[in-house]
């Protein structure tokens, strides 16, 4: 079931389903840890959702994020274990009631293939724009970043899925924003720099897309943070923050990539100070 928040109706969108190293999106948490909620296959990987945000309002379809797309050989999609068997980003906007025309705006967490891999597709050898109505959204420094990227995470940013966007209706944003009324984006440099977090909000009840900040609910302690994040001690600084806010105002995360629950409350130990999963949502 859809959620309302004030004028907007917020859905949950798979796009399809991946898997990635369980070491490194866990960093310095051993296995015999994360391997309780997150069992591996027999080359050490796990589970990941490609999951999206719909926002609709007044005249608005809004997607945050779109998968990692279909542009794949096939040497690619057996080690990342890209499957568009069970859902894909078409599929689900036609769930939705919605064709790709109808896409009005795109908010880009940031450039990391599975997050705006869906922004292009391949026909006749050509790149073409998935969403050619829509105006893109994306940070300017996060821009700047994946086309001249650290060798960290250079691997993450294939130049297919953005260079396109230069042709789209692309906005560039500065730091935090309000994009329409009550839909803000946030800033995090931890995962990469300038990722923009979504935050939803009515002023009563405040939907947030975590998206690479917190990527699964098993991430919502403060130190379990993925290998992958380029400034580690800054995320768990970040994080902290959002976690805080999020208990106090009682917030509903979305988590992008986890595979069983796509969106719960958090709360707090009051003893060990530490932060857990409240109520699991979905919709
Ligand atoms: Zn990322």
Known sequence: MPRKVGPYTVTLLETGE????????????????????????????????????????????????????????????????????RYSLEKSL?????????????????????????CTYQEKGQLKLMFPQATHFVQKEQWEWAN???????????????????????????????????????ISHGHTRSQQVVKVTDGKQTVFYCADLIPTSS?????????????????MEEKRK???????????????HDPKVSACTVCKDPEKGRFALKEKFSF
């Open 242 to 256: 959002i976690l805080e806010q999020a208990v106090k105002e009682n917030w509903i995360l979305c988590f992008e």
């Open 94 to 118: 036609k769930e939705a009631g919605l064709k790709f025309t109808d896409i009005t705006d795109v908010i880009m967490t940031h450039l990391h293939f599975d997050h705006c891999g869906g």
């Open 219 to 235: 991430h919502i302690p403060v130190p379990y943070i993925m290998g992958y994040d380029n400034f580690p001690t800054i995320i």
């Open 18 to 85: 991946f898997a990635l190293d369980g070491g490194a999106m866990f960093g310095v948490v051993p296995k015999t840890l994360w391997e309780r909620t997150n069992p591996p296959d027999s080359s050490n990987r796990i589970d990941m959702a490609l999951r999206i945000m719909l926002i609709q309002g007044p005249g608005k379809n809004i997607l945050v994020d779109t998968g990692i797309g279909d542009k794949w050989d096939e040497k690619y999609k057996a080690i990342y274990r890209i499957s568009h068997a």
């Open 148 to 186: 001249r990227p650290l060798e960290k995470d250079r691997a993450s940013f294939l130049k297919e899925n953005f260079e396109p966007l230069s042709h789209a209706k692309l906005k560039f944003l500065e730091g935090e924003s309000e994009i329409y009324p009550g839909i803000h984006v946030l």
